[in-house]
Structures are given as structure tokens and as C-alpha cells.
């Protein structure tokens, strides 16, 4: 069930983001506003049930801090700049099939056999792929069909 709601946050993320940044916001400052959003949402969510786990050694603080620079931060902005430059369902596409063109780099070029662990999460992340980019189009179509009152006003 969480994995369904993440993936449905992800691929909501950008039809979402895209008419914020035609208003006028950068894909930084979009990224900045999800990342702290979900971050205040997920720590009173974590701290409430599981307060135990906010506890951080200090010996893995530089992991940590750089999961949240490169694996957070770092990928929301730039698929937030990739979503202001390119169609969303592309946006969508390259990120949902990286992990399986990454595999198949390693498995082909590098000529590394990879352990049979693999196949599942590539196969989930192609399934995820197909959920996403269905989601993105049914939010495009809602995104720019106008609302009945617009019609009702811009016809007199």
C-alpha cells in the first residue's frame, strides 16, 4: 500500500509542478517546497510511531546528509528542471526506466552477471512506469479541460 502511494506522489508530482513553474517559480524552488513539505509531513508522521528511528549516530550523520543531498535534493531538482524543459510523460519516462537502463549498462557493457534479486525491482519499476505515465495523462486531461463555469462565462 505504500509503495502505491509513493509511486502515486512521484507521478503526481510533475502535472502538478509543471503550471506552478509556467506561474513563475523555479524548478528549485518547486523542489525546495516538496522536499520541505514531505520532509515536515514524514517527521511528526515517523516521530509520532516510531521515534526511536529520528535517532542518528553520529558516525552515520555524513551518509545521511549526503543521502538527503544527492538521493533527495539532488534528483527532485533536476527532475523538476526536466519537467520545465521537456513533456512530462518523457520526464517521467527516463526517470522510471534509469534503473533498468543502468542494469542492462552493467549486465551488457560491463559484462557483470547480475544476482536473480535484481529482476523483481526491475520488473516493479516498469510496472510503476506504466501506472505513472496512465496517471500523468489522466492529470494533463484534467489540467487543461476547462471548468464548466469557465465555458458558461467565456461564451456571452
Not at 543502468?102 to 559484462?111: D, E, I, K, P, T
Request: overall charge positive.
Amino acid at each position: 500500500m505504500l509503495i502505491v502511494l509513493a509511486s502515486v506522489c512521484f507521478s503526481t508530482s510533475g502535472p502538478l509542478a509543471k503550471p506552478i513553474m509556467d506561474a513563475g517559480l523555479s524548478p528549485q524552488q518547486v523542489a525546495g517546497i516538496r522536499i520541505g513539505v514531505a520532509a515536515v509531513i514524514l517527521l511528526v508522521v515517523v516521530a509520532l510511531t516510531r521515534p526511536q528511528v529520528l535517532r542518528i549516530r553520529r558516525a552515520d550523520l555524513r551518509i545521511v546528509l549526503g543521502y538527503g543531498l544527492v538521493a533527495v535534493a539532488a534528483v527532485q531538482v533536476v527532475y523538476f528542471i526536466a519537467v520545465s524543459r521537456i513533456p512530462i510523460g518523457v520526464a517521467m519516462l527516463l526517470e522510471y526506466t534509469a534503473p533498468v537502463l543502468v542494469a542492462l549498462w552493467v549486465r551488457f557493457v560491463r559484462g557483470t552477471v547480475l544476482p536473480r534479486r535484481v529482476g523483481a525491482p526491475l520488473f516493479n519499476c516498469t510496472r510503476r512506469l506504466k501506472t505513472a505515465v496512465a496517471l500523468q495523462k489522466q492529470l494533463a486531461a484534467l489540467a487543461t479541460a476547462k471548468p464548466a463555469y469557465c465555458v458558461s462565462i467565456s461564451s456571452h
